[in-house]
């Protein structure tokens, strides 16, 4: 167990590590989200007469185009919440790409009249005000360039806040099996549930496994030591401090769960980073889990030499 001094330091290096690389990555992110969302505004643009057509024709068109008008209805709607207005289990699907299988063609050619009637109903007028008064063409063309720009920083600025969080937790995954792998460790090809100790040889490791404890629950990655033991192994990137009781609750549960299958012999690390407290630090460890910071990732060989 870490000294206080020693906790106060990796807290700090932590939260410094967590921000640097949130800002860094997720300014990259947007700027190439933003980039895409602008062709397709374009696009757009295009297909409805500068917004003042949108008609079931456009969508059918070119169906990517609903991930711009669903921006531009108030307020903007997601992909999945969209989708159920008109039976869809989201329309990400048709955002995707322009064509489709005959099911799929059919099913968008049935259901853009409706989107295109919703989307007329509740369009954001006041974004594109060409279209509530006549304007010069100098004026006009000024209008449509806040209006891109209005969309397209929307649009960036949710997906890069998705695109972060799915790159972080594998990025941190990563990094947990760039440190095994260096310590000699080899990835197995066992894909089933983790039920005993056997399941995995010695000196290799599983990425996102379900183990049985008491019920049955992902670890992010599962490790034999080898020594006669099974190293449970959740990544915890906590960005935003009031989540971190949370995601250290998740971790003891699960703990607390796997350590009734006494066929595992399981160890329970958390690979954590970002803005914890010392108390939420603490809480692990008297909960029986190993804390390892992901800035000094090297240091789960510690645990597994153990």
Known sequence: MATKKDLKKNIAKSREFEMQTYVIATAEMYATHREYAATLFD???ELTSDFT???EKAIIEDSRILRILRYCVSPSISQMKFGQLFGLSSTEPFEKKKKFSKAAAAQLAELAPKI???VNEH???????????????????????????????????????????????KGQENRIEEALIA?????????????????????SYSMERRVKGRTVQKADLVIRAESERLVLVEAKAIGVEL????????????????????QLKAVVVAVIAGFLTDTNV???EAAGVRVVWEHEIKRIGDVLAE
């Not at 007028?125 to 008064?133: A, G, T």
């Not at 460790?185 to 000196?203: A, E, V």
């Open 43 to 45: 696009r757009t643009l």
């Open 53 to 55: 057509d949108i008609s």
């Open 282 to 284: 603490e809480t692990l």
């Open 243 to 262: 989540d971190a009781y949370k995601r250290v609750k998740e971790c003891c549960d699960k703990a607390q769960d796997w350590a009734t299958n006494k």
């Open 123 to 169: 369009f954001d007028k006041d974004r594109c005000l060409w279209l509530i008064r006549r304007m010069p063409t100098a004026e006009r063309a000024l209008a449509v360039q806040y209006a891109r720009s209005w969309t397209c920083s929307l649009i960036a600025d949710q997906n890069a806040q998705t695109a972060y969080r799915n790159w972080r937790k």
């Open 183 to 203: 310590l000699g460790f080899s990835k197995t090809d066992y894909s089933g549930d983790i039920k005993k100790l056997s399941d995995l040889s010695p000196k």
């Open 116 to 118: 295109a009637a919703f």
